[in-house]
């Protein structure tokens, strides 16, 4: 079966960088969109953009160009999303989504809590 | 943008009662328009896609429709699991928008 799995939690400074992974399973990884998602109590969801692994095209949400960078790794069937200069508004959980055929959203990762404190 | 306008926000219904949540976009979509069901401390679930193809395992109970801008996720009996807050996102264009959420609650 398809699964995504995300670490839990990350805490980080003011200022740095986290790299957060979302490892694919049960499927070919190449195949679909992997999307990123922040949600937020205030904010609700925001979508971030895609990555394709196939061929490493991305989009991005105008609102997180130049905060999130996406990448892929076929061979560990690993997609990641590196958030640089957090601060306080960056704290919020991050969830992956696999795209499936038309892109649905069809299948989502645990989600990954982000904190960022001094 | 797309904007996506869900409503409503909130709602007390009783079991057995037909619940319908509805998500109006700012343009035409497409039917381009999937609805998601989150639970407390987990992740959104895809209930229905494309805007009325049930995913595998989900109750028949749930089901959507709409075109053009308006759209509506229908649960026909509801039952006590059915509580969680749901979402609309429109996939049709980027970037990707989701509704505010309806929260959904027993009476």
């Known amino acids: 079966q398809v699964q995504l799995q995300q670490p839990g939690a990350e805490l980080v400074k003011p200022g740095a960088s986290v790299k957060l992974s979302c490892k694919a399973s049960g499927y070919t990884f190449a195949t679909y969109n992997i999307h990123w998602i922040k949600q937020t109590p205030g904010q609700g969801l925001e979508w971030i953009g895609p990555i394709y692994p196939g061929n490493g095209h991305t989009s991005y949400n105008q609102k997180f160009k130049g905060k999130a960078t996406l990448t892929a790794d076929k061979s560990s069937s690993t997609a990641y999303m590196q958030l640089s200069s957090l601060t306080s508004e960056d704290s919020a959980v991050y969830y992956c989504?696999?795209?499936?055929?038309?892109?649905?959203?069809?299948?989502w990762g645990q989600g990954t809590l982000v904190t960022v404190s001094a | 943008d797309i904007k996506m306008t869900q409503s409503p926000s909130s709602m007390y219904a009783s079991l057995g009662e037909r619940v319908t949540i509805t998500c109006k976009a700012s343009q035409d979509i497409n039917s381009y328009l999937s609805w998601f069901q989150q639970k407390p401390g987990k992740s959104p679930k895809t209930l229905i896609y494309?805007?009325?193809r049930l995913v595998d395992g989900v109750p028949s109970r749930f089901s959507g429709s709409g075109s053009g801008q308006d759209y509506s996720l229908t649960i026909s009996s509801l039952e006590y699991e059915d509580m969680g807050i749901y979402y609309c996102l429109q996939y049709d264009e980027f970037p990707y928008t989701f509704g505010g959420g309806t929260k959904l609650e027993i009476k």
């Open positions: 989504a696999q795209g499936g055929r038309g892109d649905w959203f069809a299948y």
């Open positions: 494309r805007p009325n």
